[in-house]
């Protein structure tokens, strides 16, 4: 079974910056995807970036595109979301998610789910 730990949320004020980790046991299949959903409150749950292990393309909503930067450490087997430019909208509980297959933004098609972190923007 896969499993997934979110860590590195916490409280910033707006322009401030924080980063998030993804650690997740191997995948059985060498076709999958990681991405990370957020979800507000009195909000759905929306997909912030997903990453292909095809050939290690991430792919980012518009709203955090150019704030928003993930990284890899493959030998740590360590999913990273570097949060920077942070704004009050960003609120959220973060979730890590995993699939086999390619990359999508629909959260029903995620097999694997992290327990979430909360990560607040204010002042």
């Known amino acids: 079974q896969v499993q997934l730990v979110e860590s590195g949320g916490g409280l910033v004020q707006p322009g401030g910056s924080l980063r998030l980790s993804c650690a997740a046991s191997?995948?059985?299949?060498?076709?999958?995807?990681i991405a990370w959903f957020r979800q507000a409150p009195g909000k759905e749950r929306e997909g912030v970036s997903c990453?292909?292990?095809?050939?290690?393309?991430?792919y980012y909503t518009d709203s955090v595109r150019g704030r928003f930067t993930v990284s890899r450490d493959n030998a740590k087997n360590t999913m990273y979301l570097h949060m920077n430019s942070l704004k009050p909208e960003d609120t959220a509980v973060y979730y890590c998610?995993?699939?086999?297959?390619?990359?999508?933004?629909?959260?029903?098609?995620?097999?694997?789910w992290g327990q979430g972190t909360q990560v607040t923007v204010s002042s």
């Open positions: 998610a995993g699939r086999t297959g390619p990359c999508g933004f629909v959260d029903y098609e995620y097999d694997y």
């Open positions: 990453t292909s292990s095809s050939d290690g393309s991430t």
């Open positions: 191997r995948f059985t299949s060498d076709y999958y995807a």
